[in-house]
Every structure is written in structure tokens, then in C-alpha cells.
């Protein structure tokens, strides 16, 4: 020990005395200021006072006109009713995973989580190629006569459709929490139930969902951010459908005036952000309401499906067949074929909408290595944001730290289109002293992702220096360790791998998103999710079909690759493991 802190003092008094603490915390304030506080600021502002004067009467005619009121009316139908049908799928399959005896329940749960994955433009463009008019579950639902469904006609565009898409989708979100929850559950208590005489519908009703309630109320609160901020699908079903919504709204007034139009969409974002942050308050005081606590340790429970046990597993399996593999073999039929609606066969079978995608159009190949690069650079960004920060957050916890914290995760909870918005706001004029415009570059697309999933990998590195012991930091201190010396040699290395998983999760979510980047792409600066949208807006319904299958397979092998290089870590911080 008397050598070891020999060699500390010696490397400390060769290096200069700099607070090197308090330099990389004005760093994080720097960074995190003005890439999400000052953005947001910016959005209010113009909201409110566009020609830099307060204009209370534009706003209120603004919100009171017929078309945000039908917008606004349509993003809170659609977000409260498919946040319904999430809750009953995600919580039906976190007790079937949680506490039940299904079995592969490890290859469920992949299955389950996978279309979380896939980004939704592509979910979207599956779906409604198999429900296409002439598709055999088309033809099903017309034989069935549902009441929603018209026959020759496009199902999924409608505002029913939506929902259904969206309340599909969003499931995991909610599995996801309610999962974690129902883990947390007290054995003793449901078998003292039991002992009790307790049916599995009393023990259900009086103990399992009461205890699992605030993790059921915060799962429907992502699902409704979700839902409510979700533009692949809101703009691939419901523009051709004529059902706006407020994020569409946005996208066409951009589109189609440009710049200019950013007074009035800088309203639409705020509300948008309002009616979400409204979502999930009013989702945290209905959780928290008649609260039920337990004392006891959570112990790993399990109910017996009993006889039911092979209907159930085939109902599981039937559904992942019919929500899975059912659009994802139609994408995949598309893509293979040279037309949209051709049948598959020997004449009509072709691989050249995937030579397209990979060789045929270079605007497609370079979208792909744009958005490699853009999430590369900012996963590698965050990964060190977060580790200084987590270091502040776990031990230095100020005001000025909780600060920070809390603006990284309201610029993650509000949708990503309003963090387009606040980033073309702020950064469409040229920058001050250097006098460049970062509107129109790559770098305004890199910004809005560093502001908007810093907190996505924040948390598994906050839960990685949970488990470090403070002494470690104490004893390289009292030895004459320098801030950037201990963090180098003793925090970073073990809090590294928690850290990892987290840069993972941002490359899987930036590579495929569509939210951010779909209003700061332009014709040179395309990425790979909004491509999707405008390859089907063109008519190229087989070759975005071919970019789609690319990009599931790209986000399987991601998967894969980060399954296999966090198996070190604790069980469950990827959210497809069982």
C-alpha cells in the first residue's frame, strides 16, 4: 500500500495543478446547455413572441383555429386509445413472462421485443403491404365484414388503423416496465393467499395488479409519448388517410413552406410537448394514487398455467406468427418481387431491389453510411458524457448536477420531433464568432442527437456506479490522485461495460430513427430512417420495401452482437433478455 501510494504522490507532483473537476463539469454544463436547454428555450420563445414581442392574440387564434383543433383532437384520440390497447398486450405478456411457467420464454421474449426494434417506418410499410387489397388477410377481413375494414379499400388507412398499428407496437414499452415490477413481487405474500384458499382471479384483482400498479401507470406513460410523438407511422397512415395529427402537421407545413413556416410549427411542437408532459404527469398521479406497500423481500414467483398451459403457449406463438412474421414476410415478398402487389414465383422472383438499395442508388448508400457515422460519433460522445456525468450524479450530487440530469431526461421523454424543431430554431442562424450556419449538415442532425439520447445511455451507467464502492475514489484521492488520473485508472474500467450497454442501445436507436432527423435532412444530408418515407411518398414501394429488410437485418445483428458482449453484465440490462 506504502508503495502504491508512493508512485501516486510522485505522478501528482509532476503534473500541474489544475481543477480538472470542476473543467469537465463546465464542460457537461457547456454541452448539455446548449444543445438541449437552449434549443428548448428558443422553441418557447418563438411559440410565444415569434417577432421577438410577447402575441398572446396570434397564439390564442393560432390553438383556436378549426385545423390544430382536429390535429390536436386526433394526436389525443390516437395516443389515449392505442396506450390502452399497449397496457393489455404489455401487461398480459410481462404475467405471462413474470410469474407464469411458459416455456422458451427466452426466444418469446426476443420476439416480443424485436418490433420495438424495428424502426416504425418500416413496421408501418410491412403492415400495410400485408393487408394490401389483395393480400389473403384482406380478403379475411372482408369475408369477416369487421366494421372498421372495407373491402377493395386499405385497411390501416384510417384513424382505427393507427391505433391498432400503434397499440401493437408500443406493447413492449409497457412489458418492459410492468416486467421489471412484477419481479419485484413478495412470494410470501401470494402464497400465504394461496394457503388462504385465494383463487388465481382473487390473487390477481387483490395483490398482483395492486402491487404492480405504478409499474402498469409508467409503462402507459412512455407508451403515450410514444404513440403521441411516433411519425413513421402517424405520417405513413395517416397522411394518405387524411387524419392529421400534430406531428404531421408539422412535417407538411415544413415541407411545403419551409423556414418560414417555423413561427407557426414551433406552436404545434410546444403542443405537442405539453399534451406528452400532461400524458405522463396525469400517468404518474393516477400510479401513485391508493398506493399499496409490502414489507418483505421480492422472491421469484411463479403461477402454473395448469392444463391451459399448451393452449396458452399456442395463443403466445400464434400471435408473434400473426404480428411478427405475418408483415415482416410480406416486406420480404416485396422486396423480392419487381412490382408492388406481384405474387411471388419463379418468374416474378428478383434480387435487384437489394442490388439497388446496396449499389443501384447512391443516394440510399450513402443515407446508410451518413447515419452509420452521425450514430458512431454520437454513441462514442455520449459514452463519455455519461460516465463524467454519472461520476457527478453518484457522488457530487448538487443542484447544478440534478439540473443537468433533469435536462437530459426531459430532452429524451418529449418526442424527437420536437427536439427537431428546437434544433432548426436554434441553430438555423450562423453560429456566433465562427458565422457558420449549422442548418442544412450533418452536424445539426448530430446535435439534436446528442441532446435527445444522452439520457438513454445516462441510465445503465448510473446503474453501473451504483455498484461501485465510494472508498475506491476516497483512497486514490487521499493518495494525491488527480479527478482525470482516478477516473482513467479506477472508476471508468469498472463502470465501462454498464456504460457499453448504454452506447448500444443509442447505436440501435439513432441508426434507425426517424423523429429527429426528419425535418434536418436534406437532399445532401440524408440518413437512413426518413428514407423509407420518401422512397414510398415516390412511388418505390419495392425498393424501400428492400432498405427495410436491410435494416432489420442490421438491427438483429446488432442485437446479437450486443447479447454476446454484455453476457458479463448483469442479467436484464438489455431489454430482449428473459
Not at 382 to 390: D, S
Not at 525 to 539: K, M, R, S, Y
Not at 556 to 570: E, H, I, Q
Amino acid at each position: 500500500m506504502s508503495v502504491l501510494s508512493n508512485e501516486w504522490r510522485n505522478v501528482t507532483r509532476k503534473a500541474p495543478r489544475v481543477n480538472s473537476e470542476r473543467l469537465i463539469l463546465a464542460l457537461l454544463v457547456l454541452l448539455i446547455g446548449l444543445l438541449s436547454v437552449a434549443p428548448l428555450m428558443r422553441l418557447v420563445w418563438t411559440a410565444i413572441a415569434p417577432s421577438g414581442v410577447p402575441d398572446i392574440a396570434r397564439l390564442t387564434r393560432l390553438l383556436a383555429s378549426d385545423r390544430v383543433l382536429i390535429a390536436s383532437g386526433n394526436t389525443l384520440l390516437i395516443a389515449l386509445s392505442s396506450t390502452l390497447i399497449s397496457v393489455v398486450l404489455g401487461t398480459a405478456a410481462a404475467w405471462l413472462v413474470a410469474l407464469s411457467d411458459l416455456r422458451a420464454k427466452t426466444a418469446w421474449v426476443f420476439a416480443f421485443i424485436l418490433p420495438l426494434m424495428i424502426p416504425p417506418q418500416v413496421t408501418a410499410l410491412a403492415w400495410l403491404q400485408a393487408l394490401a387489397p389483395s393480400s389473403p388477410l384482406a380478403l379475411l377481413f372482408a369475408t369477416l365484414e369487421l366494421p372498421w375494414f372495407a373491402p377493395g379499400e386499405q385497411p390501416l388507412y384510417s384513424l382505427t388503423g393507427i391505433v391498432l398499428l400503434l397499440g401493437t407496437h408500443n406493447a413492449p414499452l409497457v412489458f418492459l416496465t410492468v416486467r421489471a415490477g412484477l419481479r419485484r413481487l413478495p412470494a410470501d405474500l401470494v402464497e400465504a393467499a394461496q394457503a388462504s384458499g385465494a383463487s388465481r382471479a382473487r390473487i390477481l384483482f387483490t395483490i398482483v395488479l395492486p402491487l404492480a400498479r405504478p409499474a402498469i401507470f409508467a409503462g402507459a406513460a412512455l407508451t403515450f409519448v410514444a404513440a403521441a410523438g411516433n411519425f413513421g407511422i402517424q405520417a405513413m397512415l395517416g397522411i394518405p388517410a387524411r387524419v392529421p395529427t400534430l406531428i404531421t402537421l408539422v412535417y407538411q407545413q415544413l415541407n411545403g413552406i419551409g423556414p418560414s413556416a417555423l413561427p407557426n410549427t414551433a406552436v404545434y411542437a410546444l403542443l405537442i410537448a405539453v399534451i406528452t408532459l400532461a400524458g405522463m404527469a396525469a400517468s404518474a398521479w393516477l400510479g401513485g394514487r391508493h398506493d399499496v406497500r409490502v414489507n418483505g423481500a421480492p422472491r421469484l414467483w411463479q403461477q402454473s398455467l395448469g392444463r391451459g398451459r399448451m393452449a396458452v403457449e399456442g395463443v403466445a406463438w400464434l400471435w408473434m406468427a400473426l404480428t411478427l412474421l405475418l408483415p415482416l414476410s410480406a416486406l420480404l415478398i416485396t422486396a423480392l418481387t419487381s412490382g408492388f402487389g406481384q405474387a411471388l414465383s419463379w418468374q416474378t422472383l428478383t434480387l435487384e431491389n437489394f442490388r439497388a438499395a446496396l449499389w443501384g442508388y447512391p443516394a440510399v448508400r450513402q443515407a446508410f453510411l451518413t447515419s452509420l457515422g452521425l450514430t458512431t460519433l454520437a454513441a462514442l460522445i455520449l459514452t463519455v458524457c455519461a460516465l463524467f456525468l454519472a461520476y457527478f450524479l453518484s457522488w457530487r450530487r448538487t443542484k447544478l448536477v440534478r439540473g443537468l440530469w433533469l435536462a437530459s431526461e426531459l430532452t429524451y421523454a418529449l418526442p424527437g420531433i420536437v427536439t427537431g424543431v428546437a434544433a432548426m430554431l436554434f441553430f438555423l442562424r450562423p453560429l456566433p464568432i465562427v458565422n457558420v450556419s449549422l442548418y442544412g449538415t450533418v452536424w445539426i442532425i448530430l446535435a439534436a442527437y446528442l441532446a435527445n439520447f444522452l439520457a438513454l445511455v445516462l441510465r445503465p451507467t448510473l446503474a453501473g456506479f451504483a455498484q461501485l464502492e465510494p472508498a475506491l475514489d476516497e483512497a486514490a484521492r487521499l493518495c494525491g490522485a488527480g479527478f482525470l488520473r482516478r477516473m482513467r485508472d479506477i472508476l471508468l474500467p469498472l463502470a465501462a461495460p454498464s456504460a457499453l450497454a448504454g452506447s448500444v442501445l443509442v447505436f440501435l436507436t439513432a441508426l434507425n430513427e426517424i423523429q429527429v432527423s426528419v425535418l434536418l435532412v436534406t437532399s445532401q444530408t440524408q440518413t437512413i430512417g426518413p428514407t423509407i418515407v420518401f422512397l414510398d411518398e415516390g412511388g418505390s414501394a419495392s425498393l424501400a420495401a428492400a432498405v427495410g429488410c436491410l435494416m432489420i437485418v442490421v438491427v438483429c445483428l446488432l442485437m446479437a452482437v450486443a447479447t454476446r458482449l454484455t453476457r458479463r453484465l448483469p442479467h436484464g440490462i438489455l431489454p430482449w433478455q428473459a
